[in-house]
C-alpha cells in the first residue's frame, strides 16, 4: 500500500489541487493487494466467531439456502470467510472494480469454495430486487461517491425485514483536536487513499475514512432504512459493526 501510494503522490498533490480524485484503478494493484491482505487475517480468523455471537445474525446465516450479498467484497476474503463459516449459504459478491473481481474469482477457487460464493463485477445499483436474506458491507460505504444510491439498492434487494451489516472504522463519535492513534491513523489513510477514491467519481459524498456514525446514520435514513445499531462486536481490529434495516 505505501508502494501504491508513493508512486501516486505527484498524483495526489494534482487532485488535492483541482479536487478530481484518484481510482483504485490508478492506484494499480498494489493499492488492491495490499488492501485484500490487510483485512484478511482478521476476515480468516475472527469473522466466524464475531457473527456466531450474534444470535440473530447467525441464525439467519446458518438458515439453508441462506443467500447472502457482500457489496463492495474487493479481494474476496470477506465472502469467502462468510462461505466457510456457513456452508449451506449461497454468497454473492460485488465489486464496481474489475481487477479486483477476478482477483476474487481465483481466490474463491483456490479456497474450494467456487461453488457456492461467487463473484460479479458491476453496480449496486442493478441488484436484483428482494432476493437476498441478509447483506454486508466491509470497510468500503465510506469509499462510494454516492453511498445513499448504493445503500437504497442494497435495501431493495433484501427479503422484508433482511438487514445489512456495515463494517466500517471504529472512530470517535465525534470530531476533538487530540483525536485518539486510530482517529489519526484514520485520517492518514483518508488523505492518500480513500478520500481521493471516493472523489474519483463526480458528483461524490466525498465521505473519507473518518465516516463517524452519525454520517452512516445520515445515510442510512436517506437510504430508507429505519434503524441502525451498532452490534456487540468488540474487539475486531479497528472496526465497528451496525445493523441497518
Known amino acids: 500500500m505505501f508502494g501504491a501510494v508513493g508512486a501516486a503522490l505527484p498524483r495526489l498533490l494534482e487532485v488535492y489541487r483541482t479536487g478530481d480524485g484518484l481510482s483504485w484503478d490508478e492506484f494499480g494493484d498494489d493499492a488492491r493487494e495490499g488492501q485484500s491482505d490487510v483485512n484478511r487475517p482478521w476476515f480468516e480468523h475472527r469473522l466466524a466467531k464475531a457473527l456466531a455471537g450474534v444470535k440473530e445474525l447467525h ?11 457482500d457489496v463492495g467484497c474487493g479481494g474476496g476474503w470477506s ?7 456457513y456452508p449451506t449459504a449461497v454468497v454473492h459478491g460485488i465489486d464496481i472494480d474489475e481487477p479486483s473481481v477476478s482477483m476474487a474469482v481465483e481466490n474463491a477457487r483456490a479456497a474450494g469454495v467456487a461453488d457456492r460464493v461467487r463473484f460479479s463485477h458491476g453496480d449496486a445499483a442493478e441488484l436484483p430486487a428482494g432476493r437476498y ?3 454486508f458491507a466491509f470497510e468500503c460505504v465510506h469509499d462510494m461517491p454516492r453511498p445513499v444510491d448504493v445503500l437504497t439498492a442494497v435495501r431493495k434487494s433484501l427479503t422484508p425485514c433482511a438487514p445489512l451489516i456495515v463494517m466500517d472504522e471504529a472512530v470517535a463519535d465525534s470530531f476533538a483536536p487530540d483525536g485518539d492513534e486510530v482517529e489519526r491513523l484514520m485520517y492518514g489513510y483518508s488523505i492518500f487513499v480513500c478520500l481521493p477514491d471516493g472523489r474519483s467519481s463526480s ?12 454520517r452512516l446514520r445520515e445515510y442510512a435514513e436517506a437510504a430508507g432504512f429505519g434503524e441502525l445499531e451498532v452490534l456487540p462486536i468488540a474487539d475486531f481490529a479497528f472496526f465497528r459493526f451496525y445493523r441497518l434495516s
Open 59 to 69: 441464525g439467519l446465516l446458518a438458515r439453508p439456502g441462506a443467500r447472502v450479498l
Open 79 to 85: 465472502s469467502i470467510a462468510l462461505g466457510r463459516a
Open 133 to 135: 436474506d441478509v447483506a
Open 203 to 214: 458528483p461524490s459524498a466525498a465521505t473519507g475514512t473518518v465516516m463517524r456514525p452519525s
